[in-house]
Antibody, heavy 117, light 108 residues
Framework: EVQLVESGGGLVQPGGSLRLSCAAS????????ITWVRQAPGKGLEWVSM???????YYADSVRGRFIISRDNSKNTIYLQMNGLRGDDTATYYC???????????WGQGTQVTVSS | SYVLTQPPSVSVAPGQTARITCGGN??????VHWYQQKPGQAPVLVVH???DRPSGIPERFSGSNYGNTATLSISRVEAGDEADYYC???????????FGGGTQLTVL
């Protein structure tokens, strides 16, 4: 079964850092595109970042320069290193597999990030 | 950057057809994907590439994409279809994924 499980969320102070993990099973992250999407409380979905099979990385304007997406093939896991966190980064963060047409399926269950003092 | 516009809410009676629109400049030139999200749950893909359904999604869910508007149609609406629905495209010019603001579907 293809599955993604996020972890690493929590409460962090403004300006702090956090690293989220997205562990994949049933497929290899090395051969696929993976994305991070977030959802602030009561708000819509916002695309955050993605990593291509060849290792190219892309970011939303709102996180570029602060967030870094990476991949550990040995652990079959994708990471999102979040630095310089702000209150508007508070959200549930989901990872998902990207298919050829750039649609996302499946999604993980999400991990909650709260940025507050 | 590319913008997708959805109505905030749509209401429909059980058994009727719900139509949720997603507007964007020449959106017909892009592949549009739709997600269903129920409260407290992760989004689920219901239509991809304009009008294809993943396995396990009922035939009641269908999509179309013409001109500047893509549409998700849900026929014979059931109470269990009540959810938020989001459209999404890939903007190849900026290499960014774009989501619409979401539409809350209410079954009366």
């Amino acid at each position: 079964e293809v599955q993604l499980v996020e972890s690493g969320g929590g409460l962090v102070q403004p300006g702090g850092s956090l690293r989220l993990s997205c562990a994949a099973s049933g497929f290899s992250v090395n051969g696929n595109y993976i994305t991070w999407v977030r959802q602030a409380p009561g708000k819509g979905l916002e695309w955050v970042s993605m990593i291509y099979r060849a290792g190219s990385t892309y970011y939303a304007d709102s996180v570029r320069g602060r967030f870094i997406i990476s991949r550990d093939n040995s652990k079959n896991t994708i990471y999102l290193q979040m630095n310089g966190l702000r209150g508007d980064d508070t959200a549930t963060y989901y990872c998902a597999r990207i298919w050829f047409g750039h649609y996302f399926d499946p999604w993980g269950q999400g991990t909650q990030v709260t940025v507050s003092s | 950057s590319y913008v997708l516009t959805q109505p905030p809410s749509v209401s429909v009676a059980p058994g009727q057809t719900a139509r949720i629109t997603c507007g964007g400049n020449e959106i017909a030139t892009k592949r549009v994907h739709w997600y269903q999200q129920k409260p407290g749950q992760a989004p689920v893909l219901v239509v991809h590439d304009d009008d294809d359904r993943p396995s396990g999604i009922p035939e009641r869910f269908s999509g179309s994409n013409y001109g500047n508007t893509a549409t998700l149609s849900i026929s014979r609406v059931e109470a269990g279809d009540e959810a938020d629905y989001y459209c999404q495209v890939w903007d190849s010019r900026s290499d960014q994924e774009i989501f619409g603001g979401g539409t809350q579907l209410t079954v009366l």
